[in-house]
């Protein structure tokens, strides 16, 4: 029951995170859908994880957590380029 609901969390967090990325101009709203797809296929990742009556498979759970902590790192990457960006384009 749980791996239908991260699964089908998943997918709906990847859809509404694509469908945001493709409607929205600015750059921090296109960001913040980019995360929000990222949650969304680590959640599938979650429900694949499932084996039924064995113990949950621990390698997709390794791949989320290095995920969490390139998906910080990148976007802490990407708002200070941003940043960067807004500073160069407000001087001209």
């Known amino acids: ?3 239908l609901l991260y699964g089908g969390a998943g997918v709906v967090l990847f859809a509404l ?7 929205y101009t600015p750059l921090l709203r296109k960001l913040i859908a980019l995360n929000i797809m990222g949650s969304g296929v680590f ?3 979650i429900a694949i ?3 039924g009556e064995l113990p949950p498979d621990p390698v ?4 989320v957590l290095t995920g969490i902590v390139v998906a910080v790192s990148a976007t802490a990457l990407a708002l200070a380029m941003g940043r960067r960006l807004e500073e160069d ?3 001209r």
């Open 17 to 23: 995170g694509l469908w945001a990325f493709l409607v």
């Open 60 to 63: 997709p759970h390794a791949l």
């Open 1 to 3: 029951m749980a791996q």
């Open 43 to 45: 959640h599938l990742l």
């Open 49 to 51: 994880a499932e084996r």
């Open 89 to 91: 384009e407000g001087g």
